[in-house]
């Protein structure tokens, strides 16, 4: 029974929100703020199954306890498929939230509404020390603003337009965000296989 799950992140909006998605479990949720010393997983991988993978098992292996980790891309359809997996480094190594925003934004300069589709997909994977993972994904089809729209989540949160809502993933409060998002989807699986290992 896993009375306790590293979230395999060192960024503290992505930590926020999957502590809450992960809450009323019984398991105690940490960090690797917990973790200064937990090696720095280098993010190379082809997919993000890749690199998901890679994360969990490398700090599952570190901190001797069962780790989750995700890796979110973002396929837009004008782009072919860009920025994919290389979604967080779009703008660059180190780029800002805004810096990547920006950039698909002007990649997208002239695309008419009607071509940009895009989907969010994130995998996420949970490793135990011993190396056993197990990895399910979530997904959120939507499109791309034209200008960015609110103010809460982060990443590419103000300029994915979720149709039936009428909104972006920025202009939802994080508790809408998390009954419907591509992380929330992801991660409603790993509850369930937190939940089934405790059977």
Do not use: W
């Amino acid at each position: 029974m896993i009375k306790e799950l590293v979230l395999a992140t060192r960024n503290p909006d992505k930590g926020r929100e999957l502590a809450a998605l992960l809450k009323d479990l019984g398991i105690r949720i940490r960090t690797l703020a917990e973790f200064p010393d937990a090696p720095e997983v280098v993010e190379d991988g082809e997919t993000c199954e890749a690199n998901a993978v890679k994360k969990a098992v490398a700090i599952a292996q570190y901190t001797k306890l069962p780790a989750a980790a995700d890796d979110t891309g973002l396929m837009v359809e004008a782009l072919g498929g860009l920025p994919g997996v290389h979604a967080a480094r779009y703008a660059g190594e180190g780029a800002t939230y805004d810096e990547n925003c920006k950039k698909l934004l002007h990649e997208l300069a002239g695309v008419p509404r009607e071509r940009r589709n895009a989907r969010f997909v994130t995998v996420a994977a949970i490793a135990d020390p011993n190396g056993t993972v197990e990895v399910v994904q979530g997904s959120l089809d939507g499109m791309i603003t034209d200008i960015p729209a609110g103010t809460t989540g982060f990443g590419y949160d103000p300029v994915f337009f979720v149709p039936e809502l009428g909104k972006t993933l920025a202009q939802l409060t994080p508790e809408e965000k998390n009954r419907i998002s591509h992380r929330a989807k992801a991660f409603a699986k790993v509850r369930e296989l937190l939940v089934k290992s405790d059977e």
